[in-house]
């Protein structure tokens, strides 16, 4: 019922443009070198396991409307068995690289403990075996502490200590089985350490308590030495109505101040970014400002709608800029593309996980490519170095190295009378048009 379940789908190609094929790639061609790199090593796509193959297509009115076989099981030992099998399966059906989890993704339900902690050490057995099956890899693995009723108030932030040591013990295990499972990066999303009311909350102790956390974390990864990057993915509310992490920029300052600015970086989700109220690629270009930048999760929100959708990225023109901020912060080292995205309720079929999964690879390979044209062309960043020329100059640089009374000085012994300069944002925006 696992595998089987993809078996009418051909392994998806590369067919060009011109293809009729509606299972083809059009633009993701994995051995075409961009920006130094073949697209496949560049990109770095993952498929999330949550979205994919464990929601069921349910909404707060309506049950779910997908059948999937591991779905409509009990869910044991068997149903996650069938569940993992079908959606490494899948993942070679893209021929995507990586996949990532949630521990509860991955394995039966367990309540107590021990019991949970069996299920999972099942399913990262068998999760082995399906990566050499499959040649798969693992993007990042996580832990899922805001799912449980136990995680209701919180997780690292929760007021009562016996939950936070719930949460470590999830966060050990996944931390340890993403080593096993040759994981790449290990993602730290706070979905429920923030605060609903502040009536009840004390903000200090939380953000204290949160803080050491992750330093525990970090301090646990270099114990067992995994070599891959802690990410914190930044959202600024849902479900709670506040969260720590509300967007990079924010993160940084939390970081700073427990000291885990070089250990810690982000993994940036494009609809997170809309509802913290910036663009995508702000949050890329701040964090590469900040030397933070980690991960992409692709994915889209309605701009209608205020919450977090989750849709598959389709604008070239919004993934381009995403891109070019990529390039610019140096490609990705241990981050990628993870499709943190769903169909809709109604997209029932198989095909349409497809569908999903291929627009947004070919989307994003469209956005390289013209990422690469702008770049190779150059008068973007042209115009943008030359507007910051003046630090470099030797005015600039007496600026730089004075202290307030010297530059105040200087302004005064010039009889300065700077001449604004056009920025330029509507030829800018022609000249991106022509790509
Ligand atoms: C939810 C988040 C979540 C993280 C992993 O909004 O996107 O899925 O990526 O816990
Ligand atoms: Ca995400
Ligand atoms: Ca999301």
């Not at 902690?117 to 832990?143: C, K, M, P």
């Not at 308590?209 to 330093?215: D, Q, S, V």
């Not at 005015?395 to 530059?407: C, K």
């Amino acid at each position: 019922m696992s595998a089987s379940y993809f078996a009418p789908f051909d392994t998806v190609r590369f067919e060009g443009p011109e293809s009729t094929n509606d299972f083809a790639y059009r633009w993701y061609d994995k051995d075409r070198v961009v920006f130094g790199k073949r697209m496949e090593d560049y990109l770095r796509f993952a498929v999330c396991f949550w979205h994919t193959f464990c929601w069921p297509g349910s909404d707060v009115f309506g049950a779910g409307s997908f059948e999937r076989p591991w779905l409509a099981a009990p869910q044991d030992e068997a149903a996650a068995r069938a569940k993992r099998e079908a959606a490494l399966s899948f993942v070679a059906k893209l021929d995507l690289p990586f996949y990532c989890f949630h521990d509860v993704d991955v394995m039966a339900p367990a309540d107590r403990i021990g019991g949970f902690r069996d299920s999972f050490a099942r399913a990262v057995d068998h999760l082995e075996e399906l990566q050499g099956r499959y040649g798969r890899r693992l993007l990042w693995g996580t832990a899922n502490l805001f799912g449980h009723p136990r995680y209701m108030a919180g997780a690292a932030t929760s007021p009562d200590p016996q939950v936070y040591a719930w949460a470590a013990s999830q966060v050990r295990d996944a931390l340890e089985a993403t080593l096993r499972l040759g994981g790449a990066n290990y993602v730290l999303w706070g979905g429920r350490e923030g605060y609903d009311t502040l009536l009840n909350t004390n903000l200090a102790t939380e953000q204290e308590n949160f803080g050491r956390f992750l330093a525990l974390v970090v301090e646990h990864k270099h114990k067992i030495g995994f070599t891959g990057t802690i990410l914190i993915e930044p959202k600024p509310h849902e479900p709670t109505k506040h969260q720590y992490d509300f967007d990079t920029q924010t993160v940084y300052g939390f970081l700073k101040r427990f000291g885990l600015e070089g250990e810690v970086r982000v993994n940036i989700e494009a609809n997170h970014a809309t509802l913290s109220g910036h663009t995508f690629e702000h949050e890329i270009a701040m964090a590469r400002a900040l030397g933070i930048f980690g991960s992409i999760d692709a994915n889209r929100g309605d701009p209608q709608n205020g919450w977090d959708t989750d849709q598959f990225p389709n604008s070239v023109e919004d993934l381009t800029l995403a891109v070019i901020e990529i390039e610019r912060a140096g490609g990705f080292t241990t981050g990628g593309f993870n499709f943190d995205a769903k169909v809709r309720r109604q997209s029932i079929d198989a095909a349409d996980l497809f569908h999903g999964h291929i627009g947004g690879v070919d989307v994003i390979a469209r956005a390289l490519l013209r990422a690469e044209a702008i770049t190779k062309d150059g008068q973007l960043d042209r115009f943008r170095a030359e507007r910051y020329s003046g630090w470099v100059g030797e005015f600039g640089q007496t600026v730089r190295t004075h202290d307030l009374a010297a530059i105040a000085d200087l302004a005064v012994a010039q009889d300065l009378a700077p001449r604004p300069v056009s920025g330029r944002q509507e030829w800018l925006e022609n000249l991106l048009n022509r790509f």
